[in-house]
């Protein structure tokens, strides 16, 4: 019974000498072998080579500042309530006259930990954050011996300043907009 | 007329609020009458407080449509009524949820009181049991559509205790009505008038008495928050349970709001109106002691676990009902108990300040003397 239109009938005949010994079939084969060293390659050599990301990737999490070099972050909580791995734990402290130039708000994280090994990158965070304060960008977690190396805290997470560091702020910014 | 005047009033008024009918007692306000019935019928409430003589009437989100006055004259009012402030009558049919001009009136009143109030949720205390908040996210009028500046205010120290921000306020006069009748004297009140009035204590005078905290308690919004809890966490992280303790000066029944075992912040117990709970017919106020001094978990017998509503952004913890786990390895192994790779307690900095021990929010210096020790 036939089940599909392409479905082959077999060729169940015994073969012939010169069929047996596949020296046809081997140069089909070494044919199509051959017409590979021509084609464009489609791997890359990482690390020395790497893809462009799309736009739309998620990778690690930067913590952002504004045009003056404030920290957006107000510990809010919003992106830890999102969290569906329950990544990320924060505690607040309130801005001291003083710390203008450091915080935007009156209420800045003191501590903002990412658990790395626990992050899904799903961008839920990116997604709650009301201040623009947490958005995911493109570079990934670098590899590391020890668990500890992933729980990521403020220093490993703020962006570099825009005014201090201006080249470092740029890359780490990606090709995101600064949206504040 | 004169006849009907001498005739005895019916024991108990019909009155049908969304074609739900109840019987109430003559000079229960609307508001209460629909609180009588409960859910989605109720009006909301910002100003309005059953324990305090004399509030509501100021706010104008609990409008309601009367389509009936009362069996004996079932003229509907022309305008909304301010259901806290209008007694129901024999009769009396009144649209709330299914009154297209309720909701239509409501949401502009939302958006009248959110004219100047900041939209600062991310940062405010109350964010997560603020009324004004739901109101808001009830009616869409999360964002806003001013434009202009917002009126803001010389920020303004009252006491040790509790935090004024006056660009928060929606002069709903719950605090002074709190001052006026639960405390001896009453040192602050509403100053000015019109779009200039705020709430202040005269010439900068602490608030030192007794009661004073469960202004913390009855404002809507977070105009008035509890120092001692200020910026420590965010409400939804924190565990309510129902404690009490034996205390001389007030009933003692409190909800301690926990983080593990540290207890964070101590108010009066809500119930589903977030109002003050009644203890033997009188409202539960508590006293400054308890609400501010007694932040140890021995100070308190606890209760159990506060039922908060499903719908609360409160009871995302899953707190209710959580039982831990079983540690069976230690069992399997002989006693002895696991090895970690990695103790996440060893490495995270998070958790290491005893913030219950202190008195008002952390500051950044808090948290660098941890580091250096």
């Known amino acids: 019974m036939q089940l599909t239109q392409r479905s082959k009938q077999v060729d169940r005949k015994p073969m012939t000498w010169l069929e047996s010994l596949y020296l046809w079939n081997i140069a089909k084969g070494m044919a199509i072998t051959m017409s590979h060293f021509f084609k464009r390659k489609p791997t890359i050599q990482y690390p020395e080579q790497t893809r462009t990301f799309s736009k739309v990737f998620r990778g690690l999490h930067v913590l952002n500042r504004d045009a003056e070099g404030r920290e957006n972050c107000t510990a809010c909580g919003l992106c830890a309530v999102a969290c569906p791995a329950e990544a990320i734990t924060m505690e607040a402290a309130e801005r001291q006259p003083g710390e203008e130039n450091l915080y935007r708000e009156e209420k800045y994280a003191a501590k903002y930990e990412i658990n790395m090994l626990r992050c899904i990158f799903c961008g839920l965070c990116e997604e709650a954050c009301p201040k623009d304060a947490i958005y995911l960008s493109q570079t990934f977690a670098p590899a590391n011996y020890g668990r500890k190396g992933f729980i990521y805290k403020k220093t490993d997470l703020l962006i570099p300043h825009p005014l201090k560091d201006p080249e470092a702020y740029q890359k780490a910014l990606g090709e995101k907009e600064a949206r504040n | ?373």
């Not at chain 2, 629909?34 to 100021?58: E, F, H, N, W």
């Open chain 2, 1 to 373: 007329m004169a006849d009907e005047i001498k005739q005895e009033a019916p024991k108990n008024f019909k009155v049908t609020i969304d074609n739900i009918t109840i019987e109430v007692t003559p000079g229960t306000s609307i508001l209460n009458a629909a609180r009588q019935i409960g859910g989605d019928v109720t009006p909301p409430a910002m100003c309005y407080y059953s324990s305090l003589k004399g509030s509501g009437g100021k706010c104008r989100s609990c409008l309601v449509e009367v389509s009936a006055g009362s069996a004996a004259d079932p003229r509907p009012m022309p305008k909304l009524v301010a259901s806290c402030r209008t007694n129901v009558m024999d009769g009396m049919v009144i649209k709330n949820m299914t009154s297209d001009r309720v909701k239509d009136a409501r949401a502009g009143v939302v958006e009248f009181l959110l004219l100047n109030h900041p939209l600062d949720c991310p940062v405010c205390d109350q964010a997560g049991e603020c009324h004004l908040q739901d109101l808001g996210y009830e009616h869409g009028k999360e964002g806003t559509r001013y434009e202009f500046k917002r009126r803001t205010f010389e920020k303004e120290d009252i006491g040790p205790y509790i935090q004024l921000h006056m660009n928060r306020c929606i002069l709903c006069y719950r605090c002074t009505f709190v001052a006026d009748q639960i405390t001896n004297q009453r040192v602050h009140g509403v100053l000015d008038r019109g779009d200039h009035s705020e709430i202040s204590t005269y010439i900068s005078k602490a608030i030192d008495n007794d009661f004073s905290g469960n202004m913390i308690d009855v404002c809507p919004v977070g105009a008035l928050t509890d120092k001692t809890f200020r910026f420590k966490n965010r409400v939804w992280f924190t565990k309510p349970v129902d404690a009490h303790r034996d205390c001389d000066k007030c009933c003692g029944k409190v909800t301690l709001w926990n983080r593990g075992d540290d207890v964070l912040r101590v108010t009066s117990r809500k119930n589903e109106w977030g109002e003050v709970q009644q203890f033997d017919g009188k409202p539960g106020w508590i006293c400054n002691e308890c609400r501010f001094d007694k932040k140890h978990i021995n100070d308190w017998t606890i209760e159990g676990p506060t039922q908060i509503s499903r719908h609360s952004v409160i009871s995302q913890g899953h707190y209710l009902g959580l039982q831990k786990p079983k540690e069976t390895v230690a069992e399997v192994m002989g006693g002895r108990s696991p090895k970690l790779l990695m103790d996440i307690h060893d490495i995270s900095d998070v958790n290491t300040v005893d913030l219950s021990a202190l008195p008002g929010p952390a500051t950044g210096a808090n948290f660098e003397k941890k580091e250096q020790q």
